[in-house]
């Protein structure tokens, strides 16, 4: 087991490999192969989540039970205890007195042989920005390795959220834009049914390995928050606006089918995926380049057209004071027109 020195220059290599960025997957990746050598571990589950829902997406995962990851899903969010939602750092299964409290382990991984997990959640002022599960079958994960991995989670939370800004960028005129797609669950969370373009657009969120079929499990995510909300676990809404590709975020949403015959809990759920609103489309672009509340607000404003006089008498603000805000605003989203500002955090 590596000793303390160890752990202070992995935690240098996390902060530089945070540093230096990348696409979402791929700093995931790199992240993760730093964390194997720095306390190493069996498998893992890796999320990117809405900032605001909490709910999450596009994992990078190597479970034990694949086959049965609409369960895994549908457990991991009826799980109240050390929930990422409400953690704050690190959780360790096997701090807990009885670890089979633990609906998720009890219910599953306890029979796959899992003998400890490291929750961890990501997530600063701005937003939650993903969670991860490192999963042991050998032992159980030490003080000083949660030590280790509760340090990391800053650098990591701000590397996420980075990542998400960088994905605003103008989309190209001539880009599709996908109609309204449906994908049917059932309460297991079985795929029933979906629209042709439904599976093209989930295997874009999580790229299937060569020769297997696309997993969705970004829409097993979001109707697993519902079961979450109807069983009182958590008040978020099953919603999770997603990165596509080019600039294109979309916005997963699940609810029940009407059918007045069976009970609700046996009614199938319907994920919607649509385009991202404008208006969606711009809170996820103020969180994700850290704007302050004020500037958020600014930033809708000029979204709705409007020269900084006019802004300023909206926000009851001096034009100077919105000139200021702006500047800011510029600095932080590298841009330098309000022209380009808008074009990037629209898309068009």
């Known amino acids: 087991m590596a000793v303390p020195i160890a752990y202070a220059r992995s935690l240098e290599r996390v902060v530089r490999l945070c540093e230096a960025g990348g696409d979402s997957r791929n700093l995931r990746v790199r992240l993760l192969d730093e964390l194997r050598m720095a306390t190493g571990f069996d498998a893992y589950a890796f999320l990117f989540t809405d900032p605001e829902t909490a709910v999450g997406y596009s994992p990078v995962a190597d479970v034990p039970c694949l086959p049965e990851l609409p369960k895994m899903t549908r457990l991991k969010y009826l799980t109240a205890l050390d929930r990422w939602t409400a953690l704050d750092g690190v959780a360790l299964l096997s701090d807990l007195p009885d670890p089979s409290r633990n609906l998720l382990w009890r219910e599953l991984l306890r029979d796959y042989g899992v003998r400890d997990i490291a929750s961890l959640v990501f997530k600063d002022r701005f937003g939650c920005w993903g969670f991860l599960d ?3 079958y050998d032992r159980a994960f030490s003080a000083a390795e949660a030590a280790y991995l509760t340090r990391l989670t800053a650098p990591v939370s701000t590397a996420l959220r980075r990542s998400q800004a960088r994905t605003f960028v103008v989309r190209p005129s001539h880009a599709p834009r996908p109609g309204p797609l449906v994908l049917l669950l059932s309460p297991d969370l079985l795929v029933l049914a979906q629209t042709p373009e439904t599976y093209t657009c989930l295997s874009l969120l999580v790229p299937p390995e060569h020769g297997r079929p696309a997993v969705p499990a970004s829409a097993y995510n979001v109707a697993a928050q519902l079961l979450a909300v109807e069983a009182g676990v958590d008040a978020h809404p099953p919603r999770s606006r997603v990165h596509l590709a080019d600039g294109l975020w979309l916005t997963l949403s699940a609810a029940r089918i009407s059918d007045a015959a069976p009970p609700a809990r046996r009614r199938a759920i319907a994920v919607t995926i649509e385009e991202t609103s404008p208006t969606e489309r711009l809170a996820v672009f103020a969180r994700a380049f850290a704007l302050s509340p004020r500037e958020g ?52």
Request: net charge positive; charged share 20%; aromatic share 4%.
């Open 134 to 136: 490192l999963y042991r």
């Open 297 to 348: 607000d600014l930033l809708g404003h000029l979204a709705r057209g409007g020269d900084n006089r006019t802004v300023a008498c909206r926000m009851s603000l001096s034009e100077l004071t919105v000139q200021d805000h702006l500047k800011s605003i510029f600095a932080k989203t590298s841009t330098n027109t309000r022209g380009m500002l808008l074009a990037r955090a629209l898309g068009a």
